[in-house]
């Protein structure tokens, strides 16, 4: 059975950086593509950020380039993602995903496991 497990989030002043990690068990790590997604209240579920199985590959909404890096450490079944520069419009919960495949992806129908999520607030 997959399990995702995020944490690191929390509240941070807007300029502030958090990291978030995402620990994955019940499946080959390094076969699966991992996505960040967010979400607010009464909207749907975000495309954050993607990388591919073998890390070589990522993706970013237009919204995050430059201020978030995705990252993943196969040896220990983790991504990361690292939010830097975090506005009060970054505020949301924060959920990993994973994939069985080798690109990045971005439709959140494509991932079928989730975790449970972890509240990132950024205060102005």
């Known amino acids: 059975q997959v399990q995702l497990v995020e944490s690191g989030g929390g509240l941070v002043q807007a300029g502030g950086s958090l990291r978030l990690s995402c620990a994955a068990s019940?499946?080959?790590?390094?076969?699966?593509?991992m996505g960040w997604f967010r979400q607010i209240p009464g909207k749907e579920r975000e495309f954050v950020a993607a990388?591919?199985?073998?890390?070589?590959?990522?993706d970013y909404a237009d919204s995050v380039k430059g201020r978030f890096t995705i990252s993943r450490d196969n040896a220990r079944s983790t991504v990361y993602i690292q939010m830097n520069s975090l506005k009060p419009e970054d505020t949301a919960v924060y959920y990993c995903?994973?994939?069985?495949?080798?690109?990045?992806?971005?439709?959140?129908?494509?991932?079928?496991?989730w975790g449970q999520g972890t509240q990132v607030t950024v205060s102005s």
């Open positions: 019940g499946l080959t790590f390094s076969s699966y593509a």
């Open positions: 995903a994973a994939v069985n495949g080798f690109r990045t992806y971005r439709n959140v129908r494509e991932y079928p496991n």
């Open positions: 990388v591919s199985r073998s890390g070589a590959s990522t």
